[in-house]
């Protein structure tokens, strides 16, 4: 029975242990998950900028890519959050140039000047447009993306006594750590 009491402190030590571990992983995948709307963000606006057939595998995947994360940034963020209305701006901006340069890689180029410039002008806002949203874009996500202020998981359970037990186990741990330490001097 006296070797039973350390065994059980020991499994609960190394319990509780677990539970912050997985606590911050949380956070850490939370950060990494956000940060990941910026990263996708600044790279379709490169893509954008850089190709301009935007016919390449990889200027696809990275639209690819950006699509879905702008989905996923729905869950990731407050609910009628900037962010989000950024991301839809962005969509929007990409798609206009995205359509654009491929109407023109089909050979349409037989178009009235007038018109021409017209698209091409379309194509520049649109592009000026993306570039204006990026640093809106960092400055809303900034406060998610500090990662010392991530939001730390809910410890509520019913009725928010999770907290309390935490704090009441905690307390007992270390009441039992004395107990202990007075029977191993005596």
């Known amino acids: 029975m006296a070797g039973a009491l350390p065994a059980a402190l020991l499994a609960a030590w190394v319990g509780y242990g677990q539970i912050k ?6 956070r850490w995948d939370l950060y990494q998950r956000r940060f990941r709307v910026f990263e996708f963000a600044v790279r379709d606006y490169q893509t954008l900028l850089e190709s301009p057939t935007l016919d390449t595998q990889e200027a696809k995947e990275i639209q690819r890519q950006f699509i879905e994360v702008k989905l996923e940034s729905q869950f990731l963020f407050r609910s009628g959050s900037r962010i989000q209305q950024i991301m839809d701006s962005i969509d929007t901006d990409a798609a206009i140039v995205v359509g654009i340069r ?9 178009l009235p000047p007038p018109l021409v410039a017209e698209e091409d002008e379309k194509v520049i806002k649109a592009l000026g447009d993306i570039g204006k949203a990026i640093p809106d874009l960092q400055e809303a996500l900034s406060e998610y993306l500090s990662f010392e202020s991530v939001e730390r998981p809910r410890r509520y359970l019913i009725g928010g006594r999770l907290s309390e037990l935490i704090n009441e186990f905690q307390l007992l741990i270390a009441k039992s750590a004395r107990t202990i330490t007075g029977l191993f001097s005596s």
Do not use: H, I, S, Y
Not at 21 to 26: A, D, M, V
Not at 102 to 110: D, S
């Open 102 to 110: 491929r109407m023109f890689k089909a050979g349409n180029r037989g």
């Open 21 to 26: 571990t997985n606590r911050e992983k949380l």
